[in-house]
């Protein structure tokens, strides 16, 4: 039997032997089928393009890598304090929570221009765009998660003459932590999809961009390059949600 830091290893190691194995047979079929390279690169040509100064890889990651934590931490700070104050408040939870459901149904893609109108080019209108997508499955989880609380610990609490805010730091903050994590972990997700909205409507510099340049001539592998570097800054921000996660709440108490 394995402990927890032996099953921990354990399932690290099938998930990099997956992955491997994909791309090993991503490889041996580009190279079987002869598949031309403008329409699937194999991995080492896709590589192959990071030595490509023309590129400029590193500046144009940055800058999306800023967008998407950029984002990301915005909805979770903004989603985190609303999910409190409707939870303190009711009456501010009836008059704004159908509002905001309202305006999360609002396709992003179409309120990205007016964010670019409003706010012109750059890092902060895609940033703005991702803290949009990705704040509201915060939002909604917190405050599910800080009104699941036992009503009998409540009540004693309550007759201990505990404070509000006593009650919100010993009970409702603690055990909403499994909630706040899972949604920070779909807004993670989200956040990506966000930044690359707004750098495919309008910007000028990013891996957004950088693909939208790359696609008229038809350089196959710098955009499926871009895309692998997006997912690998996706999978970095949902590993420190995750390791955030570790951190603050114990595993029999976790969402999965």
Known sequence: MFNDGG?????IAIILIVHLAVIVLWQVAVDAFHVPKFILPSPLETVATLGAAKYAWLPNLLV???EILGGFCLGAVVGVALAVLF???PLVSLVLLPLFVTLNMIPKVALGPLVIVWFSYGIVPN??????ICFFPILLTTARGLSEVEPDLLDLVKSLRGSRWTIFRKIQLPGSLPYVFS???VGAILAVAGAIVGEFIASERGLGYLMIQVQSSLDTPAM???VALLTLLGVALYGLVLGLERLFVVR????Q
């Not at 940033?127 to 949009?132: K, V």
């Open 252 to 255: 029999d108490v976790r969402l």
């Open 7 to 11: 099953r921990s290893a354990w399932s």
């Open 127 to 132: 940033m703005l765009i991702a803290f949009s």
């Open 224 to 226: 499926v390059m871009a």
């Open 87 to 89: 939870t303190w408040s």
């Open 183 to 185: 949604g920070m972990k």
């Open 64 to 66: 999306t890598a800023a």
